[in-house]
């Protein structure tokens, strides 16, 4: 009889042992929101001159590009299984600013780019709270072109974009993101089109 008991205590235990290893992971799907901060770098070598050079004359004694810039973006998502998702949410997208001078005379133009975007994710579990994704989408972006000589220019563009990055939980709800975005084409024929690296951390909470 003892021994039929501990058979019995030894199969439960091992049973337990089992299912503790066949634990389902936890379950990331639904509704999040995101917001981030980074910085934008844009190419600066597509900058356009042309306007610097009708203005003033070529060829220009000296040009400074600078297509740098600190900025912030909130999204809201849906997980739907493991593995796909959705995204959408506005971001200040870039900046171009351009000097240049010819003798004594300078011309400066400042380009700002912003606007809505969206984006099909892809994620790959690599432990229960950290997983790889990448992304692939669009955004409509508005492109705002001024310069010294007092010209406007406002243009909107669809471009199409992707991402890759680092998704991390810290609790079942809150997590936090480290993602490169790679934006292409952006900007205007008076600014020059240019690509765009983003280098962004986020912080995000999933409803649950």
């Not at 205590?9 to 290893?21: D, I, P, R, S």
């Not at 991390?168 to 490169?180: A, C, D, K, Q």
């Not at 790679?182 to 240019?194: C, D």
């Amino acid at each position: 009889m003892r021994n039929k008991i501990l058979v019995a205590l030894a199969l439960f235990t091992a049973c337990g042992a089992a299912h503790a290893q066949l634990k389902a992971p936890p379950d990331r799907t639904g509704l999040y929101v995101v917001g981030t901060l980074g910085v934008s770098q844009g190419n600066d070598r597509d900058a356009s001159t042309a306007r610097a050079e009708n203005t003033l004359g070529s060829p220009l004694d000296a040009i400074s590009v600078d297509g740098r810039r600190n900025n912030a973006g909130a999204l809201i998502g849906y997980r739907f299984n493991e593995y796909f998702g959705i995204e959408g949410g506005y971001a200040d997208l870039g900046r171009l600013s351009l000097q240049a001078r010819v003798g004594s005379n300078n011309f400066t133009s400042r380009t700002k780019i912003r606007g809505p975007h969206a984006a099909l994710v892809m994620f790959l579990q690599a432990s229960d709270d950290t997983a790889v994704y990448g992304k692939f989408g669009g955004v409509w972006a508005r492109t705002d072109y001024e310069s010294s000589d007092g010209f406007r220019n406002d243009t909107n563009t669809f471009r199409s974009y992707w991402g890759l990055g680092l998704q991390v939980h810290f609790t079942p709800n809150l997590f936090g993101r480290l993602e490169y975005l790679r934006f292409n084409n952006l900007g205007s024929t008076f600014s020059g089109q240019a690509a765009f690296n983003h280098y962004n951390l986020g912080v995000g909470y999933l409803f649950k």
